[in-house]
């Protein structure tokens, strides 16, 4: 059952978002001495975010992947996509961070961890449904002919045994 949780993809986002929100405090708290929260909160969030989409795209979503299909441009496009949903769960982070700082009067830190669980779920829905979105796969597709090759079906496709799970 472990092993079953672990391959999960939520399992697998719940770890590195974990991961990622101890970087953002350890950096906020970094930086937080020689410049104002907000400043603070920017900076480590923007840390935070690169360090998130290199694992995501190799560990959390890496079932959703085309095998054998990803190109340069098409890792860029997917990481033009991720940092703008990253800007977005920016902004849900920023706004409940302010909240929670100056109206509702909590310190930088708590204000931090309470936006940082605010930014994690906004963060879920749109890396689940927008960035690594499920792409259906085909039984078999009619392939036209290419040069050097006869014209024909392709076999189902096989993924990785690491990605059985998500693909069935």
Do not use: C, K
Request: proline share 7%.
């Amino acid at each position: 059952m472990l092993r079953a949780l672990w391959r999960s993809p939520t399992a697998r986002f719940a770890v590195v978002g974990l991961a990622m929100t101890a970087l953002h405090l350890a950096v906020f708290r970094l930086v937080l001495p020689s410049t104002m929260p907000e400043a603070a909160n920017v900076i480590a969030f923007l840390t935070a975010t690169q360090v998130n989409f290199a694992l995501s795209y190799f560990w959390t979503w890496s079932a959703r992947r085309p095998l054998g299909e990803e190109t340069v441009g098409s890792v860029l496009r997917r990481a033009v996509l991720f940092n703008g949903s990253a800007g977005l769960g920016f902004g849900v982070n920023a706004a409940v961070f302010s909240t929670a700082h100056r109206l509702v009067g909590l310190s930088p830190l708590e204000s931090a961890v309470v936006a940082t669980f605010a930014g994690a779920a906004a963060s879920f829905l749109l890396s689940s449904r927008v960035v690594f979105v499920r792409r259906p796969v085909p039984a078999d597709v009619d392939v036209l002919a290419a040069p050097g090759r006869e014209p024909g079906r392709l076999p189902p496709l096989v993924p990785s045994s690491s990605a059985g799970w998500e693909r069935s």
